[in-house]
């Protein structure tokens, strides 16, 4: 069985999100009696195929995130990281801590934590086709190109795409991306794949998977979370987590 990593990104700012100090961070907030981030871990580390699994948290986050999640952490088995000042910065630190056995990495959001068995299923299987696959959904909106408040053009929803994640590549190539990088402040990985001339492919993602940003979307995730496919409702894996609805398991 080819194995996979998994680097959960956990150490953005949440500056649209509002709040201050890291009990109101997005991801750490609860999301119906259990954290962003961990629902999201959740969704990985029991498959048989996730062989590590990386959390990246910001360094001023950390001793916080050890101390709140104490009773996870010693349940859960994680690699945590620090983060750096963006995104990019933060994956490569998880990179550098990959095992040389893995054949894969999937970089995922811990702000999307509405992601689906179903989903994780068929971009690993199009990664392990193609080296390269992340999930994405047609742009199905009109485009407005605006500059203030002053609309300049619309723009073609043509061939556009939303990306998600995951995002999924076989490893080397994650690590030349990133060991080729530069100065790129890139917001995905895809990208600086890319950047390599390496074609990337695109799996149909789900509009469930959607990424909390605001407090509207935490709300609206909380909605979501009564309508998700059944199979993607995970046995918990923390002693602590008996507030999960009984029907999931019945």
């Known amino acids: ?17 509002g709040g201050k100090g890291p009990r109101e961070k997005k991801v750490f907030r609860e999301l119906k009696g259990r954290a962003v981030w961990l629902r999201s871990v959740e969704a990985f580390i029991n498959r048989a195929d996730v062989a590590q699994t990386i959390v990246v948290v910001s360094p001023e986050d950390i001793d916080w995130f050890k101390e709140k999640f104490a009773a996870n952490l010693a349940f859960l088995d994680l690699d945590l990281v620090e983060g750096g000042d963006e995104r ?7 990179l550098a801590r990959v095992r040389s056995d893995i054949d894969f ?3 995922h959001d811990a702000a999307r934590p509405l992601i689906t068995k179903q989903s994780i299923d068929e971009i690993f299987k199009a990664a392990e086709e193609t080296g390269a696959a992340i999930l994405a959904t047609p742009v199905s909106s009109t485009l407005k190109r605006v500059n203030g408040n002053r609309i300049l053009e619309t723009v073609s929803r043509e061939c556009l795409h939303q990306a998600q994640t995951p995002q999924v590549f076989r490893r080397e190539l ?3 991306a990133y060991a080729k990088r530069g100065e790129s402040t890139a917001t995905d990985e895809s990208s600086l794949v890319e950047q390599l001339g390496h074609p990337v492919h695109t799996v149909p993602g789900s509009h469930l998977n959607i990424k909390i940003t605001t407090q509207e979307d935490l709300r609206m995730a909380e909605a979501l979370l009564a309508v998700l496919p059944r199979e993607s409702a995970l046995e918990a894996l923390s002693p602590l987590a008996d507030d999960r ?3 999931l398991f019945s």
């Not at 080819?2 to 999100?17: H, N, Y």
């Open 88 to 94: 990019a910065e933060s994956v490569q630190n998880a």
């Open 174 to 176: 994650l690590l030349d």
């Open 1 to 17: 069985m080819l194995k996979f990593a998994v680097i959960i990104a956990a150490a953005g700012r949440s500056s649209r999100f």
């Open 105 to 107: 990495v999937a970089v």
């Open 245 to 247: 609805p009984k029907w």
